[in-house]
């Protein structure tokens, strides 16, 4: 049984920012077939700053509480300091992950950044 921070407990236990938003503006979905750990992030973007930030995750505890701690992370950002959101950032900020369990603060980061892409793409403004 992995050790888990009291951070990674407390998002797991009373996740945030649960949910899928109305018409948004971009849309992420990663999964690692590997563990079946599957998040999908939902962004509200309003003058460059991510007013909104949801989630739906289906995954074990440590997958939930990063989709929780990045949604957090991630609200009120611009664009660009979202996009720079790195995985090492979001198990820090969790009090660190099992080893074993890193792989899901890279799912998290890449779902909020896919979600971004899409914006961006979206927009007509993506790096071609």
Avoid: W
């Avoid at 888990?4 to 018409?23: D, L, Q």
């Avoid at 079946?36 to 995750?57: A, C, L, Q, R, S």
Wanted: glycine share 10%.
């Amino acid at each position: 049984m992995p050790m888990y921070s009291e951070k990674v407990m407390e998002h797991f236990t009373n996740p945030r920012n649960i949910g899928e938003i109305e018409a948004p503006d971009g849309v992420g979905e990663v999964g690692n077939p590997v563990c079946g750990d599957m998040m999908k992030f939902t962004i509200k973007v309003k003058d460059n700053i991510i007013e909104d930030v949801k989630y739906f995750t289906f995954g074990c505890g440590a997958a939930i509480a990063v989709s929780s701690m990045v949604s957090e992370m991630a609200r009120g950002k611009t664009v660009d300091e979202a996009m720079n959101i790195t995985n090492k950032q979001v198990a820090e900020a969790l009090g660190g992950l099992p080893g074993n369990k890193m792989h899901c603060s890279n799912l998290g980061a890449d779902a909020l950044h896919k979600a971004i892409q899409d914006y961006l793409e979206k927009k007509g403004e993506a790096e071609q």
